[in-house]
């Protein structure tokens, strides 16, 4: 399974990012798709995860803020960043769980206040 990822960038704070992250691949034998980030001096977080079954779940510090979906027939996973903060400047990246877990590369997001 290959991931790739686009859609970082630039943004003031209260703005808004959309990412994306298009599967190829053995992509049916992934269960779930979801997006992590990792801030400088940080660790990898978890930030939203997207099942199969398209159920969701999110860090608590962007619920209500971002919301995860997927287009199969894109085999795309998208991600919706509004009222972005600061502290959400990180690299965030792209994972599938299947029988191992993938990662694509990951995509700078910075928020400027």
């Known amino acids: 399974v290959q991931l790739q990822a686009s859609g970082g960038g630039l943004v003031q704070a209260g703005g808004s990012l959309r990412l994306s992250c298009i599967g190829s691949?053995?992509?049916?034998?992934?269960?779930?798709m979801g997006w992590y980030r990792q801030a400088p001096g940080k660790q990898r977080e978890l930030v939203a995860r997207?099942?199969?079954?398209?159920?969701?779940n999110y860090a608590d510090s962007v619920k209500g803020r971002f919301t995860i979906s997927r287009d199969n027939a894109k085999n795309t996973v998208y991600l919706q960043m509004d009222n972005l903060k600061p502290e959400d400047t990180a690299v965030y990246y792209c994972n599938a769980l299947g029988l191992v877990a993938y990662w694509g590369k990951g995509t700078q997001v910075t928020v400027s206040s």
């Open positions: 691949g053995s992509i049916r034998s992934i269960v779930s």
């Open positions: 997207i099942t199969r079954g398209n159920s969701t």
